[in-house]
């Protein structure tokens, strides 16, 4: 059986991140952005009421 190693090309971290889906939130960016951040999930939803009623 062929036994999987390390490459050494350091993709681990990154692979770590992408699967735990290590991320900016909201906090994380400047105060001078909030204007610009909005749950996105709130919006979309608001509309869809709005537009099917």
Request: hydrophobic fraction near 40%; proline fraction near 4%; aromatic fraction near 6%.
């Amino acid at each position: 059986m062929k036994v999987i190693g390390f490459n050494g090309s350091g993709r681990g971290a990154a692979m770590v991140d992408r699967i735990l889906r290590v991320l900016k939130t909201a906090k994380d960016f400047p105060p001078e952005l909030r204007d610009f951040i909005t749950d996105v999930s709130r919006e979309v939803n608001e509309e869809l009421d709005r537009v099917v009623r």
